[in-house]
């Protein structure tokens, strides 16, 4: 008999939408309730379990509630619940413990969804002495410790406790300072490493930093972008450098880490959430969305900018989306296809395909986008 421990960490990923940028903190994820932000965590680590439905003998041990208990049984699962927990608060040293517990009952793979934060609470508990996977769910998942998206996390899973997969290897785990994130800094810091299944077409790498010496790139992008703008038309600018070079060309102001409207030329909105554009674009207004790849791991959407969510995808339409990206960042990918990972499998699979980059003036490639 195969044990799998699961922990689901119930309040990642809450800040995200709200562009809140992360859930560090009590009074951020008081603060993200208050702003109406829904639960991420437990209907991904649903969307994984049911991967694990084929496995004959499967033993699963959990914590109770909304750290795993009521996502294995919405999975059809019946696992065996270890620990306490207050089920109104649960906290970081409540992961620690659980990461502990599971690895003294000699689980063959820990499984949890979460985000950086959740990875360091794992690794400060159990290190690299018990395999262990991330389902992602949290904003940010710097941390090279994550599948690629909740089923791939599944099908990693079942096919490491079934043997197919029998080799492990460390994955680094990185977090960065909210605080100074949300001024618009990146101070990413390796805290560790966990032991990770060995699979290269499910599970990500670490985020690759940007090359500071990429401006004229970036500034060659930005100006094609810019002379292809439509009048009338909105344009949602996700987070980064690359898009943050639009801003610059058109000389408006422009959030690195949040998410932006313009129109005509001119800053309409300024880190905006979720709500904030489907509300804009409830009217007919006609938009763009314009995005770039997480250098190293490929996501275009799902990491970092779930402000925009599928929800405005279906307002904004699949026609209307615009990848750019340098042909350095491009190649960062070392061939691996871009990434989508939304939340809802319908427009995942609307995204998947072939979609054209825009890489430079007059310069642009046919990338693959997988779900």
């Given amino acids: 008999m195969r044990k799998l421990g699961l922990i ?4 990642a990923g809450l800040g995200g939408a709200v562009g809140l940028k992360g859930t560090d903190g009590n009074s951020t994820y008081r603060k993200a309730l208050e702003m109406g932000a829904i639960p991420r965590a437990a209907p991904r680590a649903v969307e994984a379990l049911r991967g694990l439905g084929r496995l004959d003998g499967l033993e699963v041990l959990t914590y109770p509630g909304s750290m795993g208990e009521n996502e294995a049984r919405q999975a059809g ?18 992961t620690r413990l659980a990461a502990k517990e599971l690895s003294d009952h000699s689980v063959d793979l820990i499984l949890f969804a979460g985000g950086d934060g959740t990875a360091r609470d794992l690794c400060s508990a159990v290190g690299d002495g018990v395999p262990s996977l991330g389902i992602p769910a949290g904003v940010k998942m710097y941390s090279g410790v994550y599948a690629t998206t909740p089923r791939a996390a599944g099908r990693a899973a079942a096919q490491f406790l079934a043997g197919e997969l029998p080799h492990t290897r460390l994955g680094e785990v990185m977090d960065i300072d909210e605080e100074a994130f949300r001024e618009g800094e990146v101070q990413a810091q390796l805290y560790g490493y966990l032991r990770i299944p060995d699979d290269t077409s499910h599970v990500q790498v670490t985020k690759s930093p940007s090359h500071a010496d990429e401006n004229e790139a970036i500034l060659a992008i930005a100006g094609e972008i810019v002379d292809s703008m439509r009048e009338d038309t909105l344009y949602i600018l996700g987070p980064g450098t690359t898009t943050k070079g639009i801003a610059d060309v058109l000389r408006i102001p422009k959030t690195l880490l949040g998410v932006d409207a313009v129109l005509n030329g001119a800053l309409v909105a300024s880190d905006v959430t979720e709500s904030q554009l489907i509300k804009m674009l409830d009217g007919g207004q006609p938009a763009r969305v314009v995005v770039t790849a997480i250098g190293g791991q490929g996501h275009i959407f799902g990491r970092g900018n779930q402000q925009i969510s599928a929800d405005v995808l279906r307002r904004v339409g699949m026609d209307n989306i615009i990848v750019v990206a340098t042909r350095r960042k491009l190649g960062s990918l070392s061939r691996r296809p871009l990434m989508v990972d939304t939340g809802s499998r319908e427009i995942d699979r609307e995204l998947s395909g072939y979609i054209m980059v825009t890489t430079g003036r007059a310069e ?8």
């Fill in 77 to 94: 699962l019946s696992p065996t619940v270890i620990g306490s927990i207050d089920v109104e608060d649960t906290s970081a040293e409540d």
């Fill in 364 to 371: 642009s490639a046919m990338v693959k986008v997988s779900d």
């Fill in 8 to 11: 689901v960490n119930p309040i």
